[in-house]
């Protein structure tokens, strides 16, 4: 009996082990399946596997061939997944996406059909930093392309509060008191006014996603699972284009919504393909630029934020190119602005900002340092318009680095004594003196001296 026993004891221990065995090779075959498909091991929910409808011999860019591999390609959490459905509350006109429509869109975007979107742009949303704080006002900003639309969306926003909404002071306490709902608001208010300019205050057309795949694809156009299940709202009075965004904001701001993505293509219908045509020229035929497995905007993309028009240049009007091609510039006074200094060529002349991007509307610009980007903005709203008040002021900056955990306080003074002035060049010799969002302050105010407060330049 004891013998038998034992031999049925080693016996039930070798199935347990065959058994074990047996799991472990299952989970080896299923690991090396996500491991193909490109899926991180920590996603266990349908919505979180991106590539599940799209060929696995496709690479991420679409293109089939084999691409270097991207930081971040691997999420191991939602927000580079496929975006949940909208919850629709609106009974304004709409219709699908249409194979027609998907594909110009990828011409428009990335002058072919086969490119889809990165990771970090399908992070990226309009998230704001804690209500009542140092930062109440300002949105939460990532790495990668869509920074620039982040924060030029940002410049809107600050617009808005200081300058626009009635009833509140135009002062820097006053941004750092909203609320969560004042928030919403704010950003409500900054993209139906963006899409309102961009639509010639005609219409807006805004897109959310649904549950339905409207387009598969084809030989011809490499589907994301995501621009396939676009519905378009058209909406014609600009109070209603708010309040839709205002009802839908989640689908603009929530993690995992690819709201920046939505945002612009958005601005897209908005401005129609046809507009879009007429404010390109041969400079620019497609508006994102692929950039180190990434896509950056290229100037069309801001301007179209800014001014409503897709112009690729940042000089006033028209100008002929080096082949007396019409090359467009900003043809209006904007209404906020925009500086750059860094690495942008200026030997042609084209790259130079013109006065209308230098002097806004109001006092708020858009700042492209070294191709980071930054919101830089006065609470004076009569800054530009009374030259008294340029002699000596108080300029605010906003980088959205997460070591910052509020605005940098500048004052600029446009009345230094020039002896001064050559005293410090020759200490620290020819353009050292100053950082770069210094010289991108002074392509405004020349020969400005910037104190930061105690603040160590960040930029």
């Known amino acids: 009996m004891a013998v038998a026993f034992l031999d049925q004891e080693q016996s039930s221990q070798e199935l347990d082990l065959e058994e074990i065995t047996r799991k472990i090779s299952f989970l080896d075959k299923w690991r090396e399946i996500f491991s193909y498909h490109r899926l991180g091991t920590n996603n266990t929910t349908p919505q979180n596997h991106e590539g599940s409808h799209v060929s696995a011999a496709k690479s991420e860019d679409g293109s089939g061939t084999p691409q270097p591999k991207r930081q971040g390609l691997l999420p191991s959490s939602g927000p580079c997944s496929t975006p949940k459905p909208s919850i629709i509350s609106s009974k304004s006109s709409s219709f699908p996406i249409s194979l027609a429509m998907a594909t110009k869109l990828r011409q428009n975007l990335f002058g072919n059909t086969v490119y889809v979107f990165s990771c970090d742009w399908k992070k990226a949303c309009f998230r704001f930093h804690d209500p009542f704080s140092d930062l109440a006002f300002a949105l939460e900003v990532g790495k990668g392309g869509a920074q620039s639309i982040q924060m030029a969306v940002q410049g809107l926003i600050i617009k808005y509060l200081l300058f626009t909404r009635e009833g509140k002071d135009c002062n ?43 387009v598969t694809s084809t030989p011809d156009y490499a589907g994301d699972n995501f621009t396939e299940r676009l519905q378009l709202f058209e909406v014609l009075e600009k109070e209603a284009t708010e309040k839709f965004i205002y009802d839908h904001l989640q689908c603009f701001s929530g993690e995992g919504s690819h709201g920046v993505i939505l945002f612009l293509y958005s601005l ?37 934020v800014l001014t409503g028009r897709a112009s690729p240049h940042v000089f006033n009007g028209c100008q002929n190119g080096k082949s007396q091609e019409i090359l467009h510039g900003v043809p209006a006074r904007s209404s ?124």
Request: glycine content about 6%; proline content about 4%; hydrophobic content about 40%.
């Open 268 to 304: 897209i219908f908005s401005r129609t393909f046809e507009r879009l045509q007429k404010d390109l020229d041969v400079s620019t035929i497609h508006l994102l630029q692929p950039n180190a497995g990434g896509f950056l905007c290229r100037q069309a993309v801001l301007n179209m």
């Open 336 to 459: 906020i602005g925009y500086l750059q200094w860094g690495k942008q060529t200026s030997e042609d002349g084209l790259s130079q900002v013109g006065s209308m991007l230098k002097t806004p509307k109001f006092p708020i610009w858009l700042c492209n340092i070294n191709g980071s980007y930054s919101v830089l903005f006065s609470t004076n709203r009569q800054l530009l318009a009374d030259w008294k008040a340029e002699q000596r002021f108080d300029l605010h900056l906003y980088g959205g680095q997460p070591f910052q955990k509020k605005p940098a306080r500048l004052t600029v003074d446009t009345h230094s004594h020039p002896w001064e002035s050559d005293q410090r060049e020759e200490e620290h010799g020819p353009g050292r003196r100053f950082s770069p969002v210094e010289m991108a302050i002074r392509t405004k105010w020349r020969e400005a001296t910037i104190n930061w407060n105690g603040t160590v330049p960040f930029f």
């Open 172 to 214: 820097f306490h006053s941004l750092c008191a909203i609320s969560k709902q004042e928030q919403k608001q704010a950003l409500a208010a900054a993209l139906a006014g963006i899409l309102w300019v961009a639509g010639e205050a005609e219409k807006a057309t805004i897109c959310l996603v649904t549950e339905d795949t409207q």
